[in-house]
């Protein structure tokens, strides 16, 4: 997702990943790059906890087709005091959801959840003992995170998504010169690839059970398929995903905004383009598809911002959590989406709608 991926220092809520998924008026910001994830290591003698001026958050990034969700949540370390946000995992107990299970770090204080698959593997970033950027797989039968490791001389590594073949995606940062470069990257049994072969900064934000990946280099939304490079069209904000029917979601925009679209193969190995449309606003962000062409994502209506689901040209406004704003992060084949709503308070929470019911996640 970009040219300054940079990931979050401790306490930074709004500018954390880079990746537009804050419940914000400066929500906006977004479009300059969805994808720049912010891949910084954590300052030192960082302070553990923060003041408690808001309600802590939480947030649903992605859900498995058995209803695991998982995310991220701010801890709380007590007397007015709000800790530093930690990976969590939200499961499934018949009808509703247990409380948030906190993944831990690798050492450091923050880490996030981003992505999980159907064996229930979780991908994500985490700062290590020494405030670096970690990519790592968590599994209930692990019980810990696993550093992924990094390439050559990485200062930084997050990672985006995983398949069912247990094949991650993700990004890492190198130094070049005086300068520093994202670069993406597959981790597959045991081994981690450059998808660019080094040929500049580019991010790989989705991966299917093909292989296929869907990312961004040089301003353009970019399918790596078959050992090939394929460019899809100049991308505004750096957020898209890739079902198993190689069916991408980007973002796009022009001067009448930016709007979500949906890339579907065509004959000959070409792509047909689908603009999403709007919410009555200027913007809509595409950001997760499932297998049945189901799209989730965010969009402007002419008070507020929220979340949607688009299916077969219909754009359905999921509402909130009784507050003003939500945003849909993600989906699964049967259809739950789950992303991050404001309650009546302002707090910001983690939620799982289905059906026209939004349910509130909680927080650690």
């Not at 991926?5 to 008026?25: F, K, W, Y």
């Not at 998808?195 to 301003?219: C, H, K, P, T, Y």
């Amino acid at each position: 997702m970009d040219a300054a991926c940079t990931l979050p220092a401790q306490g930074n809520d709004l500018q954390r990943e880079g990746v537009l998924r804050r419940i914000s008026t400066a929500a906006m910001s977004v479009l300059t790059i969805i994808g720049a994830v912010g891949i910084v290591p954590e300052p030192a003698g960082a302070a553990t906890t923060i003041a408690a001026v808001r309600p802590r958050m939480s947030e649903a990034n992605a859900v498995n087709n058995a209803g695991l969700v998982v995310g991220w949540s701010e801890t709380w370390a007590g007397e007015d005091s709000i800790g530093p946000a930690h990976a969590v995992v939200w499961s499934p107990t018949g009808s509703a959801y247990g409380p948030a299970q906190d993944l831990g770090t690798m050492g450091g204080l923050v880490s996030r959840a981003n992505a999980v698959n159907d064996l229930g593997e979780v991908v994500g970033w985490s700062h290590d003992a020494s405030g670096v950027v970690r990519a790592f797989l968590w599994s209930s039968a692990l019980g810990q995170m696993t550093d992924l490791g990094g390439l050559p001389g990485a200062t930084a590594c997050q990672a985006k998504d995983i398949n069912d073949r247990s094949q991650v995606v993700g990004i890492c940062t190198v130094p070049r010169g005086s300068n520093i470069e994202q670069r993406p990257v597959l981790w597959s049994d045991g081994q981690i690839t450059d998808l660019n072969a080094g040929q500049g900064s580019a991010w790989a934000m989705g991966i299917n059970d093909r292989g296929e990946v869907v990312g961004a280099f040089d301003g353009y939304l970019v399918l790596w398929s078959g050992g090939a490079r394929i460019s899809l069209g100049e991308i505004v904000t750096g957020s898209g995903d890739i079902n198993d029917r190689s069916e991408l979601v980007g973002n796009f925009g022009d001067i009448n905004g930016t709007h979500g679209r949906l890339f579907t193969r065509g004959p000959q190995g070409s792509y047909q383009e689908t603009d999403l449309g709007t919410m009555g606003g200027s913007t809509t962000a595409a950001l997760d598809i499932n297998e049945r062409g189901e799209v989730v994502g965010w969009g402007y209506t002419t008070v507020a911002t929220r979340g949607f689901v688009w299916d077969r040209g219909t754009l359905t406004d999921i509402g909130t959590l009784g507050g003003t704003n939500s945003y849909a992060y993600g989906i699964n084949d049967r259809g739950e989406v789950v992303g991050q709503s404001h309650l009546p308070s302002m707090a910001t929470h983690a939620f799982i709608w289905y059906r026209g019911t939004m349910t509130d996640l909680g927080i650690l």
